[in-house]
């Protein structure tokens, strides 16, 4: 081979060589790597315990079913409140534990209400709600003895005279209400400058409840400050029409005030007979608690006009902050905002206190060792000056229940409000007009209320 071939074919072979080189280079060289984004660490979901278990020593097919029924709303929206939007009641290692309700049926029977009582506890209930007067009387001794803690709704004075009792009021003693009234009463009568005694007949619904308000402390304490007590007359806890007649036998013996002791039902039926009668030019229809003035003209309209009562709760006028709660829970649960009325209004309060008093025994306590006793110790034995929904502890006009150890549970055990109905229209304000002191000291006619 020439050498001009040769310095061809060494050219090529070189050449040759650096592609080949290049090929490898590009094939061999490592690409650039794509950034891996740091994962979010993810928060664990929080524990779900056991329930927490709450009884209901309930009527929903006897005579209190109305009362019931109306209850049941905002106690069912209380507990979508716990379960959904705060998510349950924590324990003291952090465990989440959901509410739940046990219901039973007594129909106002004696041996029924103390089936459901020992029901309740055997489903293993931590805390008891009692709504009736003769469920505080027949559970009394029952709940001294076991220490299960039982808030009441229906205040007979033996709730707070049976020793060691673990019964906690939610509202004043009826005869102490009773006792503010015939206050009201002896200054009403005395501004009108008639002179002498006012006089007042009393149509008592026909239970226990109604009954001790013919006892001779009742009357007693009437006379002490300056009221006569000129007649009486039972009625049916549902309406039948006796209340004609009891309303022309108070006429006729010339009275001057109607005290109607009764629930809403019967505090209704009252005033609208009265109205039907013509009878309120001459005669103030008045009444306690029960027949809350709100439930009253809500159930009859403009035929609640001039109804006075001793009231215990005004939180359906007030912007309060379980108030804004109920709402915003019944909206989300049954699309519809809470309905405004004494019951409604309670049974949310009362049920924070006893979710309250389960809370701090949970604090103290392990939850599979959590018994109703160690409520009543740990729970409510140390519960200071606890106000359900948030409200100002210094607002006594916001209403609610504050509670605080002691013989009395919470303002608004030992003071009530004296209020009348100026319209038919229920609205969320303005239903009432307050027309004395605000809450003023209970009459102190059952030895009970403080100093």
Known sequence: MNKKGTTKLLVSCVVAVIMVAGVLASGCAAPTPTPTPTPT????APKV???????????F???YAHSWTLMKEPIEAYQYYINEMVGGIQDKDGVLHKLEFIWTDHQMKADRILAAYDDLKSRGALVGYSGSTLGTMVLSERIAQDQFPVQVQGVHEIAVSAPNSAQYLNWPLWIDQYGTLLNWIADDW????????????????????????LADKCTNYANSVGVDIIG?????????????TALLTAKKMGAGYIFAAGITEVGSAVNRTATVLDLKKEMTITGVGMSAPEDVARMIGSDADGFVVAH?????????????????ASEKLTGKPAAYGLIQATSWDVLSVMV????????????????PQLVNEYGYGRMVDFVSGGLNITDRNQGG???????????????????????????????????GPTWQKAGNVSGFVPD
């Open 401 to 435: 229940q504050l509670f605080s150890p002691g013989k009395w549970g919470n303002y608004q055990c030992n003071e009530a409000n004296i209020v009348k109905v100026v319209n038919g229209e229920l609205k969320a304000t303005g239903a009432v007009e307050l027309i």
């Open 356 to 371: 309250e008093a389960i809370r701090l025994t949970m604090e103290e306590i392990a939850y599979d060792d959590l018994t």
């Open 49 to 59: 315990g056991g329930p927490v278990k709450v009884g209901f020593i309930s009527d």
């Open 190 to 213: 005395a501004a009108k400058g008639k002179g002498g005694n006012a006089k007042v007949f009393v149509i008592y619904m026909d239970n226990p409840a109604g009954q001790q308000m």
């Open 61 to 63: 097919t006897g005579p």
């Open 312 to 328: 215990i709760c005004n939180l359906w006028e007030s912007n309060a902050e379980s108030m804004k709660l109920n709402n915003e």
């Open 41 to 44: 660490p993810t928060p664990d």
């Open 232 to 244: 009486s007359a039972p009625v049916p806890m549902a309406p039948t029409g006796q209340e004609e």
